[in-house]
Nanobody
């Protein structure tokens, strides 16, 4: 059973940056498409970005140019570099496999506020 552990969240001022990490246990990580999701209070979880096993990336419009997803297959880890953060980016951020998710991790809280 794959376990996902997200980290790197915190409180940051608008315009600031954070780098999230997601470590996956188990084998097979390098062949997965991996994505970052977020869930704001009272809203459904939404996909933010994903990266294929070959490194191709896709972003939703509201993070294009601000967020960068990357992966290190040797470390079974996927990253999300978030720049120019806005208050509306406040959410719990999760990573998971696409299209069939593993059990969800606990996520990491990102709060953007002055």
């Amino acid at each position: 059973q794959v376990q996902l552990v997200e980290s790197g969240g915190g409180l940051v001022q608008p315009g600031g940056s954070l780098r999230l990490s997601c470590a996956a246990s188990g084998s097979g990580f390098s062949i997965y498409v991996m994505g970052w999701y977020r869930q704001a209070p009272g809203k459904q979880r939404e996909l933010v970005a994903f990266i294929t096993n070959s490194g191709s990336t896709t972003y939703v419009d509201f993070v294009k140019g601000r967020f960068t997803i990357s992966r290190d297959n040797a470390k079974n880890t996927v990253y999300l570099q978030m720049n120019s953060l806005k208050p509306e980016d406040t959410a719990v951020y999760y990573c998971n496999r696409l299209p069939v998710p593993h059990p969800w991790g606990q996520g990491t809280q990102v709060t953007v506020s002055s």
